[in-house]
């Protein structure tokens, strides 16, 4: 309100443009989520020698799904037929689907045939109970601290971010990215462009470029 009020002020009475200072209202900073290089997610992966911790870690992974959609994942949920996860009620209370690995199905079937889930996939410590987020945190950060990655701040969510990143690596468009993150805006999935590095690898500096130009330039020049 007091914002608008010196606004109306210098607008109508002072006739003069008002500039609201960033000291007061600050514009908000936006920072590049942390990425793993696909050497780190196998690294991370191997390192975990429990099959329910790896199948874990494999599907958050594979799919992109938030902690607590891996959490809450239903084995009604998998669909081998189609080679895909529906993610029941993720962020923002909407259904969407995602990428089911092959490599990752015969993992599964691996697990279920062991562990024997009924409902939920990853079944908590008390019976019809789905595996508690924290649970997987846990699992994540001690597979981190045994490849001594613990300081490069990365977490489950980091998953997530490196399965996006890699899926625009590979060529795939934003809009199918943003479907599969789940993600309501496409300005959030194209953060993920800033983190690509396949886009830049081929790129060559502009500074480098005139260099050469001026050097062909110059031993033309010489010839004549």
């Not at 002020?9 to 793993?36: D, E, W």
Request: aromatic share 8%; charged share 25%; proline share 3%.
């Amino acid at each position: 309100m007091a914002a608008q009020a010196i606004a109306f002020f210098f607008r109508h009475v002072l006739r003069k443009p008002f500039v609201i200072p960033t000291l007061i209202y600050p514009r908000k900073s936006i920072k590049l989520p942390q990425v793993m290089s696909q050497e780190e997610i196998k690294a991370l992966i191997d390192t975990i020698e429990n099959l329910k911790h790896r199948t874990i870690v494999m599907l958050l992974y594979s799919t992109g799904m938030r902690l607590s959609e891996v959490a809450n994942l239903k084995i009604a949920d998998i669909d081998s037929k189609q080679m895909r996860i529906k993610v029941v009620q993720g962020k923002g209370s909407k259904d969407r689907y995602t990428l089911l690995s092959e490599q990752v199905l015969l993992e599964l079937r691996a697990y279920y045939l062991i562990y024997r889930p009924k409902e939920y996939l990853f079944n908590g410590a008390r019976e019809g109970r789905p595996l508690h987020g924290r649970s997987i945190q846990h699992l994540v950060q001690l597979a981190l601290a045994r490849l001594g990655l613990q300081h490069k701040s990365f977490s489950v969510h980091t998953i997530r971010h490196s399965f996006a990143t890699h899926l625009v690596d590979q060529g795939a468009d934003l809009h199918t990215v943003k479907e599969l993150l789940g993600h309501s805006s496409l300005k959030t999935t194209a953060h993920y462009l800033h983190l690509s590095q396949a886009r830049t690898k081929g790129l060559v500096n502009p500074y480098d470029a005139l260099l050469k130009e001026v050097e062909r330039d110059d031993g033309e020049k010489s010839k004549t």
